[in-house]
């Protein structure tokens, strides 16, 4: 342990003081072996880096592993620049898929918008089932198709020519009931 340290230490003080390299400090007799030892770290690495870009593009990672030990340090790259442009065009592609799924739910929740907005007797009885009983404050907006608005709290029933609406109201005051028929509205929508 204490030959690590002095090692460590001459290390330190050869590079403070710029006089000497690792090799100097490793002997000049060890110094082929220091090269080896790291060209077969990089030849080995090569093979583990194809092994594992191969298993993470869902190739053989075996066969591949034995491509990099063949082609060091070109064949993992080779294998890092065909995972990068596969991972860039599957996130394009699903950013393509999500504007492509946005857009038609944004139509079909303007389609949605356009139909409930419309008023008829079905689009009432939908909205009705959906108005609050015990709510005073207006729910919806409706249109008339002399272009003036009105707030309606509850709808309280859709007929077949006309529907009945409770009007928004101030606390205290009694509410006041209104049937209007279809045809002189425009359109209702939810506040």
Known sequence: ????????????????????????????????????????????LSGFASYEFANSTGMNGKKHF?????????????LLVRKLVIRAKAVSEAKRETER????????????????????????????????ASSIKAQFR???ADGSALMIAKILEAQDTLAVFELESNEGETPRVLRMPYAKMARIERL
């Not at 050869?14 to 000497?20: D, K, L, R």
Request: aromatic residues 14%; without cysteine; hydrophobic residues 50%.
């Open 142 to 144: 409706l249109e008339l």
């Open 66 to 78: 034995w491509i990099g030990l063949i082609l060091p340090v070109v064949y993992p790259f080779i």
């Open 101 to 132: 799924l946005t857009a038609e739910r944004d139509q079909i929740e303007a389609e949605r918008r356009r139909i409930d907005s419309t008023p008829s007797k079905d689009n009432f009885a939908k909205l009705k089932g959906s108005s609050d």
């Open 1 to 44: 342990m204490s030959g690590i340290l002095d090692f460590v230490k001459e290390l330190f003080s050869q590079f403070a003081s710029g006089s000497g390299s690792f090799i100097d400090i490793a002997n000049a007799q060890n110094a082929w072996a220091f090269k080896w030892g790291i060209l077969v770290l990089v030849w080995l």
